[in-house]
C-alpha cells in the first residue's frame, strides 16, 4: 500500500491561488488528484503519468497544472484563478485507474467570494 500525506490546502479569496503537494511514499506510474465538494460525489481533477504526460477536467484546464518530481515521489498541483466552485476537499491518488488505488487523507480548499 502506498502512504501519501497531501499539503497545502487552505482558505484563498476568489482569483487566488494554492499550491497543493502530494508526497508518496514509493514512485507509481499514474498519479491524479481528486476533489469532493459537500453533498456531491468524488471527481477527477487532473492526472499525470511518470513521463509527465497529463489530462484535466473541464472545469479546471487553463487555470490548474499538475506536475510531479520523480525524484521526491511528490505529485504538485497548482491551482490559479480559483473560484468559490472550486472549494472542496482534495484527494491525492496513486496508481489512478486502478480499483484498489491509495488516496490521501484529504486537505481542504476553500475559496470565498
Known amino acids: 500500500q502506498v502512504q501519501l500525506v497531501e499539503s497545502g490546502g487552505g482558505l484563498v479569496q476568489a482569483g487566488g491561488s494554492l499550491r497543493l503537494s502530494c508526497v508518496a511514499s514509493?514512485?507509481?506510474?499514474?498519479m491524479g488528484w481528486f476533489r469532493q465538494a459537500s453533498g456531491k460525489q468524488r471527481e477527477l481533477v487532473a492526472t499525470i503519468t511518470r513521463f509527465g504526460s497529463t489530462n484535466y477536467a473541464d472545469s479546471v484546464k487553463g487555470r490548474f497544472t499538475i506536475s510531479r518530481d520523480n525524484a521526491k515521489n511528490t505529485v504538485y498541483l497548482q491551482m490559479n484563478s480559483l473560484k468559490p466552485e472550486d472549494t472542496a476537499v482534495y484527494y491525492c491518488?496513486?496508481?489512478?485507474?486502478?480499483?484498489?488505488?491509495?488516496w490521501g487523507q484529504g486537505t481542504q480548499v476553500t475559496v470565498s467570494s
Open positions: 514509493v514512485s507509481r506510474n499514474v
Open positions: 491518488k496513486a496508481d489512478v485507474y486502478e480499483n484498489n488505488g491509495s
